[in-house]
Structure formats: C-alpha cells, structure tokens
C-alpha cells in the first residue's frame, strides 16, 4: 500500500479523520514558528501539538532520524507517526535520539509492517493501536492515554528543552570545579548556547566565522577546538556585531583557560568525559523553543532576583515585534535596538521569524 492511503486508514482507525483539531500543510499553527521538514499534518488540543503525522514515500532511515530529532528538539509533541509503503512507526517525541537509535524501544514505540491492504492494515491498526495500547483519538483528547503503559513509556524528564538545561547545570559545576567563578561559567555557557542557537538558525554563517577567526574555524566548535586565541577571536567579533551585555569578554578572557574551553568543547561534541567517546550532538537549535533561551537565562540569574533581574516573557516579546517588526519593516541592513537586552528574547524571536540575515546585519 503507498503511504498516502495509509496514512488515510491510520486517520480513520484512530479517530483523526476529519476533525477540526487535525491540521494539514500551511494550516498547521507551528508552536515555533518553524514547520519542521516532512511533517505534514499534526494533532492539536487547546493548542499544543500532541501528534506529528509524517507520510514519507520510501523507506530513508537517515531522513527519519533526522525527522525524530527536530521533533525532539522542539519539545512539543509526545508523538511523531511515520507512514511508509506497507509500514506505520510510532516514535516517542520526548525520548532523545543518539547514534544507537533503532536499538532503543523507547523511541520506536510501535512498528506496524507487511500492511499489504486495505483490510488487513485496518486489522493491523484496530488491534495495535487501538485495542492493546489505545492510540486512539479520544484516549489523547482525556488524557486517558497517559495512564496506559503505553503512555507511561513516553518520559516528560527526557524531552529536549529538560536535558539541554539539565546538561548546562552540570557543565557549570564542571567549569566551576575547575576554576570558573559562578558568573563567569553562566556567561560562557549561555553566550555558547546563544552562538550555537544563531548557527542552526542560519544566522551565523560560516563565511562570517571563517572571515571572524581569520580563516581558522569554520564554526563554533572548530574555533573551541583550535583554542583559547580562536576562541576569543570569535567572542570580540561577536561582540562587536551585537554590541551586547551577552557578550563581554573583558571580565572572563583571563579566567578562562584552555581546560574550560576543552571541557565546553566536549560538551558541545557531546564527548563522554568517562570514556571519551564521541556520540551524536542531539539539539537542532533551528527548531528548540525560542524561550528556552530565556529559561536558562532566567535559571542563571536565579539568584540575582533580590537586585530586580527578571526576564520578558516570550508572550510579551512576540506582542511587540508582531507590533514593531512586520514585513514591510525588516530589511537585511537594519540595525535593532534592544535597550534592556538580558536574555536576548527579542533578538531570539527576530532571528526565528527572520532565518537569512545578511552578514552586514547589525544588532544593538
């Protein structure tokens, strides 16, 4: 069966089929702004995605990882479906991908193959989907889903926005350990997560990092990788096309050493400080939540909240550049003038609505 008539009978054995809450193409409200490649409908309650439904036309196992790792970094919904030729696979949208992935049942929740036609496939998904483990439409809407053990295999813990923030906690204690006072350990992880964010974004070409560190690097981690010097070349670089609190380096460029940019480095290659090996960096920052970068921020300042230091809610944020930004407004050699920058929501929410900038572009 193609996957298109497939995906049909999937919509009809579980309850999706024709429902008002079931978006297609450019109907489909992104929680991001962004449309994540080969999705091509999602499930909606009160408006938070709980479904992705992707409908591919040959079997291309890299494409399907690449697909359940944007949908992880998105953190937003629990299930991706995946309709192939004579196969459906159910992914858990919150279990994070590495480089063992197919080994992994927790991340293929379901796999549905030899559906050979019409009949048979209804059978196949009646009994599987609906009568032993309840994927059906009305188990999603009551949440009665999350009480089956099925749903209980689907961890809020192991979404993308939790581990990413969990793994900053534990590169601060690292970078600390080593030497970095708090302030200088939260600085240096939020400006990298901050220059990795306007990498996959598309923002921070590598024509500009290559001109930057004077043809050294071609990115953030081959500049880390190639040292101190490289490094700090980018910083002040970046510091001078931003012109912004989130990146000084005066206060930090004698603090940090080698082994601090060696320890960030690993991090960023996602290196088992154990062991020593390598494994798949999981975070497509082109498609994590833009407040993620306030909440670490938010969670870096925690302590500083007795001098006033609170952060602008997203909400907020998007209220006055849909005000202010419009499309009749933006050109590639604006320059943007944000007079109380802390986390840099505003130039977050400006670089996901906008995701080409000229290298010209300049940010205050």
């Not at 926005?161 to 900053?168: H, S």
């Not at 005066?250 to 082994?259: D, F, G, K, L, S």
């Not at 590639?332 to 505003?346: E, R």
Request: glycine share 6%; net charge negative.
């Amino acid at each position: 069966m193609i996957a298109s008539e497939l995906e049909q009978i999937l919509f009809e054995e579980l309850g999706f089929a024709g429902r008002q809450e079931l978006k297609a193409g450019n109907n489909i409200p992104w929680p991001t702004g962004r449309a994540i490649p080969d999705v091509d409908s999602a499930f909606f309650l009160n408006n938070i995605p709980l479904a992705y439904f992707s409908r591919l036309s040959d079997l291309d196992e890299d494409r399907i990882t690449q697909l359940h790792r944007n949908v992880w970094s998105q953190s937003k919904a629990p299930l991706l479906f995946v309709t192939l030729p004579h196969e459906i696979r159910v992914y858990n949208g919150y279990h994070q991908p590495d480089d063992d992935w197919r080994d992994r049942p927790d991340r293929l929740l379901q796999q549905l193959t030899n559906l050979t036609d019409r009949l048979q496939a209804q059978q196949v998904i009646k009994q599987l989907l609906v009568e032993e483990n309840h994927y059906e439409r009305i188990y999603l809407e009551t949440g009665a889903f999350w009480n089956t053990s099925e749903g209980r295999r689907i961890n809020y813990e192991t979404r993308a926005d939790k581990q990413l923030v969990e793994g900053m906690g534990q590169m601060r204690k690292l970078l600390t350990e080593a030497g970095l006072s708090n302030q200088v350990a939260y600085t240096l992880l939020g400006r990298s997560i901050f220059i990795r964010y306007l990498e996959d974004r598309g923002a921070l070409s590598s024509e500009w990092v290559i001109q930057a560190t004077r043809g050294v690097a071609q990115n953030y981690r081959e500049a880390l990788q190639n040292g101190r010097s490289t490094t700090y070349q980018l910083f002040e670089a970046l510091s001078r096309r931003f012109n912004s609190d989130l990146f000084p380096v005066e206060a930090e460029e004698t603090a940090v050493t080698e082994t601090h940019l060696g320890i960030l480095l690993a991090f960023l290659n996602r290196t088992n400080l154990a062991t020593g090996q390598l494994s798949l960096w999981p975070y497509n920052f082109a498609y994590i939540p833009i407040e993620l970068i306030s909440h670490i921020y938010d969670t870096f300042i925690k302590d500083q909240r007795s001098s006033g230091a609170y952060y602008t809610p997203l909400l907020l944020a998007d209220f006055m550049l849909e005000e202010t930004m419009g499309d009749d407004v933006i050109r590639p050699d604006m320059t943007v003038l944000d007079p109380a920058c802390g986390s840099g929501i505003f130039w977050s929410a400006l670089f996901g609505a906008w995701p080409r900038h000229g290298d010209d572009n300049t940010g205050k």
